[in-house]
């Protein structure tokens, strides 16, 4: 069962062991022909629901999720909010966080030091210490958030093309506006995994950035290894990939205390 329930996303699992605390709370309910408090009944299911989680193995954190999630739900019918505030805010977190409940990628954004630490691992440009440059080298940033990234690279290393993809309804249209103007720069509504996608095909980038979460680290790797040409770079913001060492690290001194774990294809 526990290994069954290890395939779902944690946000499936969780809903579904939800679903079995209820039904057994409400079926212990009627068995011994009990009448408890919705509150308490809400309490019995969190207890359950919690217990539940706990034995298919979901991280602490969602523990407390569980726990709390039916009493909140009977505390929150007193407050007699009206359901069309329920729907917008369902609606709002629909189109900036879209399918986290799969990806188990949310949208946080890079620290602004992070964008200027990229900069060091573009191509050279042209005149720098005497190197070649890399006419029109290419940059992509898998799952580009609100493009910050993107525009701050666009503008001061113009001599490169970025590339953003990004699955997030909200998050893809900021970009698009932050974006008008800049020439070089583009973004992409998909997903990263889509193979019908041109733009998701690695094997066109000199530079390949990522700040995404432990979960499809290794999927990622993968991907990078069998598309990603010869000398061009990958780079992870704070994710490491399981059992591979990065050529080089990059401590970043930002609220998060980011890293960027640097590899040379
Ligand atoms: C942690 S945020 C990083 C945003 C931006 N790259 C930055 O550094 O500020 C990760 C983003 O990836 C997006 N994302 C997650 N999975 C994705 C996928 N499979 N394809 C495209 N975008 C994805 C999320 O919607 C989110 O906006």
Not at 82 to 100: C, K
Not at 171 to 193: A, Y
């Amino acid at each position: 069962m526990r290994t069954l329930l290890s395939r779902l996303p944690p946000s499936i699992t969780a809903l579904l062991l939800q679903v079995a605390a209820f039904s057994l709370t409400l079926l212990s309910v009627r068995l011994f022909a009990l009448q408890p408090a919705p509150l308490f009944f809400a309490l019995l299911c969190g207890l359950l629901a919690a217990s539940f989680s706990h034995l298919a193995g979901l991280a602490r954190w969602w523990l407390f999720i569980q726990l709390c999630f039916a009493p909140a739900l009977v505390l929150m019918l007193a407050f007699d909010i009206p359901p069309g505030i329920f729907l917008a805010a369902f609606l709002i977190m629909l189109v900036v966080y879209w399918s986290t409940f799969r990806t188990q990628v949310p949208l946080y954004l890079s620290s602004n030091k992070v964008w200027r630490a990229l900069e060091a691992f573009l191509p050279p440009a042209a005149g720098d210490s005497g190197e070649v440059r890399q006419p029109g080298f290419r940059f992509i940033d898998l799952g580009s958030g609100l493009g910050g990234v993107l525009t701050h690279l666009a503008r001061i290393r113009p001599d490169g093309h970025y590339t953003g993809v990004e699955s997030a309804p909200l998050p893809l249209l900021w970009s698009w506006l932050r974006i008008r103007g800049l020439r070089n720069c583009e973004v992409h509504w998909g997903s990263i995994w889509d193979e019908r996608l041109e733009a998701c095909n690695l094997a066109q980038y000199d530079v390949v950035f990522a700040y995404l979460s432990p979960v499809p680290m290794e999927q990622l790797w993968h991907k990078a290894r069998a598309e990603m040409r010869p000398g061009s770079v990958f780079v992870s913001s704070t994710f490491a990939v399981p059992e591979q060492l990065p050529h080089q690290t990059m401590e970043i001194d930002d609220l998060h205390h980011s890293t960027l774990l640097v590899w040379r294809m």
